[in-house]
């Protein structure tokens, strides 16, 4: 059975008695139809203003194989476990974006019987949030070059301006692109677009505690440099407001559901590898003040969105989980062994010894596949707990909550354990600092290489102001390393960091490093060959 074809045998609860159940008053929230709804501004400013009551669950992964292990599957499937057992919980989740749905995965809604719903309107369109982003971002496009048009006021350098354009497909075609071209439409000049979970309004919007914070960080935006050498922002170019315009109903969380009738808030969607990859603050936020424990996740492995949640996303909050929960799956774990299990172990040993050097208790979650035997289930466990771990295979694609009651328990009462969090490096260490750190505490290498355009973009980051941020690594997924290559716990190695790129709206140095694209591009057989509507408007091929 596909994910679609558990989705539709399950049946809906109305949304205001998901609301219902998630302590959400009538003026809370605003329902788009029967089967999914958005906070109100009311909502969220009521629900911000209270004490947090809830736990934070950090759900994180190994390095993750191609087709995923399943992290957003388990969480779901935590939160439903979580019910089960008595306890009040649900999952915030990111949105899926039309470019993996239709160029890899075919769908991001978790999978089986831990999904949420409506999962066909998640990942495709849902509530108009990625438009919404999309359309920001250009905005923001169409005002620099109307600031060029009219004898460039502001000064900008040509060679110098940062902002690219956006759309929420695959398209490697417009990696590249030169704009202007033909009579009254100049100037010339080279431009490109990036995917829009890699946009930094999206990154900006998941990162606002409110719509004046977000509007705040719009104007911050840097678009590129002066021929002074000075920045040029979307404050100057006078474009932070109409973008905001744009984003006031965006900036709100959604509302869904779990196939198991708990509520759920999917919002914002930061690629991992690229972005901080969690879903949004105010998401978070919110569920921690209408459930006793609030689960959410960060993309791929506990190098990349799990890193970026601690080190980023916890100082937005205010605070660190109360219990982190890392992934593993005997499939990554082979691969990452040459087909060995016990020796791709190695790969869960370096996301352990990561995610135990914040505080807060670790417990490995080993979700269980269909062809995965019990002594290779038993063999990921007893390596957990040889590490001094709780660990507990779970099933919550087959089986839902049920099928992770007993993962429910040890996290719930892992998370009751007083713990201090603390994160990888100080707000104020230098750049190349906090960089080196990430290295050798994260990704286990000996330090970092900056490419000298690296260099240059950091020291004028430095000289602006602007040196101090947290660091957004953006790398492949596949390795601990930069280099896809380099499975299982390299050791040995560098990291080379080829650009930095100024995300001020953020609030984080993106440090890209390899082959990283910031716009994907479809493989030979795409997901969407795979994706059709019948004449009764039911779709197929979501998987």
């Known amino acids: 059975m596909t994910n679609l074809d558990f989705a539709e045998q399950a049946t809906l609860a109305p949304i205001a008695d998901i609301a219902a159940w998630a302590g959400l008053e ?41 087709a995923g292990e399943g992290k957003t599957t388990v969480s779901v499937g935590l939160a439903q ?3 089960q057992i008595g306890r009040r919980a649900m999952p915030a989740l990111r949105e899926p974006a039309l470019g993996p749905l239709f160029g890899v995965k075919g769908g991001a809604t978790g999978g089986g019987r831990s999904q949420v719903l409506p999962m066909e309107e998640i990942n495709l369109f849902f509530t108009g949030d990625f438009p919404a982003i999309t359309a920001a971002h250009n905005l923001l496009s169409t005002i ?27 398209d490697r075609s417009l990696r590249e ?15 490109g677009f990036v995917i829009t979970p890699a946009s930094e309004v999206m990154a900006i919007l998941c990162l606002s505690s409110s719509l004046h914070d977000l509007k705040e960080r719009l104007a911050r935006i840097v678009v590129g440099i002066s021929v002074e050498g000075k920045p040029v922002t979307a404050g100057d170019l006078g474009a932070a407001a109409p973008m905001a315009a744009l984003l006031k109903d965006a900036v709100r969380p959604n509302l869904a559901q779990t196939m198991e009738g708990g509520a759920a808030f999917i919002h914002g969607g930061p690629f991992g590898n690229i972005a901080h990859g969690c879903s949004s603050v105010l998401g978070t936020q919110c569920g921690l003040r209408t459930a006793d424990y609030l689960v959410t996740e960060g993309g791929f492995g506990s190098d990349l969105g799990g890193e970026k949640f601690l080190n980023i996303v916890c100082p937005q909050l205010g605070q660190g989980p109360d219990a982190i929960v890392l992934v593993a799956t005997v499939r990554a774990l082979k691969h990452h062994g040459a087909g060995e299990l016990e020796k791709g172990c190695g790969n869960l040993g370096r996301h352990i010894d990561h995610l135990t050097s914040y505080g807060p208790p670790v417990v490995v979650a080993v979700n269980k596949f269909a062809d995965d035997t019990d002594e290779e289930l038993a063999t990921v ?21 049920p099928g ?22 100080e707000r104020t260490d230098p750049f190349l600092t906090k960089l080196e750190k990430l290295v050798k505490k994260v990704y286990g290498g000996d330090g970092v290489k900056l490419a000298p355009a690296a260099r240059k973009q950091l020291e004028w980051a430095q000289a602006n102001g602007l040196g101090d941020l947290p660091v957004c690594v953006a790398k492949t997924q596949s390795s601990l390393s930069d280099d896809p290559k380099k499975i299982n716990a390299p050791t040995g190695f560098d990291l080379t960091v080829r650009e930095i790129r100024v995300s001020a709206g953020a ?36 998987n």
């Open 26 to 66: 009538p003026d809370d929230y605003d329902a788009l139809g029967k089967k999914k709804a958005k906070l109100t501004s009311r909502g969220v400013d009521r629900l911000t203003a209270a004490e947090a009551k809830g736990r934070l669950i950090l759900v994180s992964a190994v390095t993750p194989t191609s």
């Open 81 to 83: 476990g979580l019910n």
């Open 507 to 542: 609030g984080f140095l993106v440090a890209v490093s390899g082959d990283i694209m910031l716009m994907p591009g479809m493989g030979s057989t795409p997901a969407a060959f795979r994706i059709s509507v019948d004449d009764d408007g039911g779709f197929r091929g979501l």
């Open 404 to 425: 992770c009651t007993d993962l429910a328990n040890v996290v719930a009462e892992e998370a009751e354990k007083p713990s201090a969090f603390h994160n990888v490096y």
């Open 144 to 170: 620099l070059d109307l600031s060029l048009h009219q004898k460039n006021p502001h000064g900008l350098d040509l060679q110098s301006i940062w902002w690219p354009r956006t759309i929420d497909m695959v």
């Open 177 to 191: 692109v030169i704009v202007g071209l033909g009579k009254g439409n100049g100037p010339v000049r080279t431009d």
């Open 381 to 401: 466990r007893r390596y957990a707990e040889s590490r001094g771990l709780r660990a507990v295979v779970c099933d919550p694609w087959n089986s839902g909550g």
